[in-house]
């Protein structure tokens, strides 16, 4: 048998549910387009642990809305918001 390589498991950008999440991230961008590699598409940011409502996903990337307008930020820094059990 091989060497066998874990890896950690994340879950997939589907598996986020359209509704609130928290940002894991100290800075987050939010971009008009879902588009990385231009800096000319950044509309504002996130700070650490702030709240976002996620309406939609596009790829890796989740549609919000920011001042009114579709913005996008990037999966890979937010975790859904989990509800406390009563």
């Known amino acids: 048998m091989g060497d ?7 879950p997939t950008t589907r ?10 991230a100290h800075g987050l961008r939010i971009r008009r387009t879902p ?3 231009v800096e000319d ?4 940011g996130l700070h650490y642990h702030a709240i ?3 309406l939609a ?6 549609r919000i809305d920011y001042q009114g307008e ?8 937010v975790q859904a918001v989990v509800k406390p059990a009563r």
Do not use: M
């Open 35 to 37: 588009d990385a590699s």
């Open 52 to 54: 976002v409502i996620v």
């Open 70 to 77: 579709p913005a996008f930020i990037h999966s890979d820094y």
């Open 15 to 24: 598996s986020l549910p359209l509704g609130p999440v928290t940002v894991t």
């Open 57 to 62: 996903h596009d790829g890796e990337w989740l």
């Open 41 to 44: 598409n950044i509309v504002g």
């Open 4 to 10: 066998v390589t874990k890896q950690a498991i994340r």
